[in-house]
């Protein structure tokens, strides 16, 4: 948590005078969408306005949390964007930790005259003016709850704050299941209940919503799941025409890296798919135990995450990609 004498700070810098911004990470999942908008929530309650900016857009089934259609698509309304950036007095940065994460809107970021305070759980944070920056904490949805704890302000959470924050942390806990949700996770889900949380509505809105062209693309990747490294690595893929075939929709591809860690005896999985537009490979990787996904994106495929989830890119083929990664992967202890 900030130390007391920076959240004092943090609450001088929340008037409605001040320009408050809130950004976070590229291709925005449920915790990104949930804690901008739970902050968004949370801060309106206290009689303050903010704007949440995102990099590019973020997939339908999470476009039912309340305002989410407020969220400026720095895609779609770049000089919006930059504006907004721009002249802000405080941007908060969530669920990402390095200005690399923000796409266009990093350079932004990094020139903008602003304070900028961190709120994250993924490995090496950059610096910032505040940082709160815990690793062990499942979801960044989870730190804005401890935040608003923080500041005193638990009374304030509404329905609207408790349905955005619940999502985040039912996203990036996989369900409640994995390793870092904790006791303190799962009170702080009891107390969004309490506040107006419903969990089936928020899981089926977000989870029942396959299209029959999510599945058949699933059908396809589950169909030629690749198991290397004495049945210790799961890989699996799409091509970019393969996308295209099924009418690809942002999102679609969410979670079918987990299929590969779920047979039995895999501690890491890897899902490798072409980008529609542009010449890269994007990459997905999802592990058990000890073995660090974080630091193994880091080191080959420039990027990073978690211990047990991460991400990242490749500029060669898609198979040349799955080929390196073979390599790669032969090299580690497992
Ligand atoms: P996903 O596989 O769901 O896209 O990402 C898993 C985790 O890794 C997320 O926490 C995400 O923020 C992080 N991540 C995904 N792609 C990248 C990347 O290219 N660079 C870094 N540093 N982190 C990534
Ligand atoms: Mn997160």
Redo the contacts with the bound molecule.
């Keep these: 948590m900030f130390t007391p004498s920076e959240l004092l700070e943090i609450n001088t810098l929340l008037t409605p005078e001040n320009k408050i911004v809130i950004l976070t ?1 590229y ?1 925005p ?1 449920g915790d990104a969408v949930g804690s901008s908008l739970g902050l968004r929530h949370y801060l309106k309650a206290k009689g303050i306005d903010a704007e949440i900016v995102v990099p590019n857009d973020f997939p339908k089934f999470l476009k039912w949390m309340p305002e989410s259609r407020k969220a400026i698509i720095g895609e779609y309304k770049r000089k919006v964007a930059f504006d907004i950036i721009n002249e802000a007095d405080v941007i908060f940065c969530l669920d ?1 930790n ?1 200005p690399s ?1 923000i796409g266009i809107l990093g350079d932004w970021l990094i020139h903008a005259k602003a304070k900028k305070i961190l709120i994250d759980h ?1 490995q090496q944070p950059e610096k910032f003016d505040f940082v709160y920056s815990d690793t062990v904490i499942p979801a960044t949805c989870q730190m804005i709850y401890h935040f608003i704890e923080a500041m005193g302000d638990e009374k304030l959470v509404n329905k609207d704050i408790a349905e955005c924050l619940y999502t985040g942390i039912m996203t990036d806990t996989g369900g409640f299941r994995f390793r870092s949700t904790s006791a303190a996770t799962h009170r702080i889900i009891a107390n969004l209940i309490e506040k107006g949380a419903d969990p089936s509505f928020i899981t089926s809105n977000t989870w029942d919503t396959n299209t029959v062209s999510r599945l058949h693309l699933l059908a396809l990747v589950l169909a030629r799941i690749e198991v290397v490294k004495d049945g210790k690595v799961a890989i699996l893929s799409l091509t970019r025409n393969e996308l295209k075939e099924y009418g690809f929709q942002k999102g679609d591809t969410e979670g079918f ?1 987990n299929y590969g860690l779920s047979i039995m005896g895999v501690k890491m999985s890897a899902f490798f798919m072409e980008d529609l537009y542009e010449d890269f490979v994007k990459i ?2 999802r592990s058990k135990d000890d073995m660090d996904v974080n630091q193994f994106s880091r080191k080959y495929f ?5 211990i047990n ?5 490749s500029d060669e083929s898609l198979q040349n990609t799955i080929e390196t990664f073979k390599n790669r992967v032969e090299g580690e202890a497992l």
């Excluded at 420039?302 to 978690?306: A, T």
């Excluded at 989830?309 to 890119?313: F, N, S, T, V």
């Design positions: 990470h291709n999942d990402f390095s994460r993924h890296v997905s990787f420039n990027g990073g995450g978690h989830a991460a991400g990242g890119k």
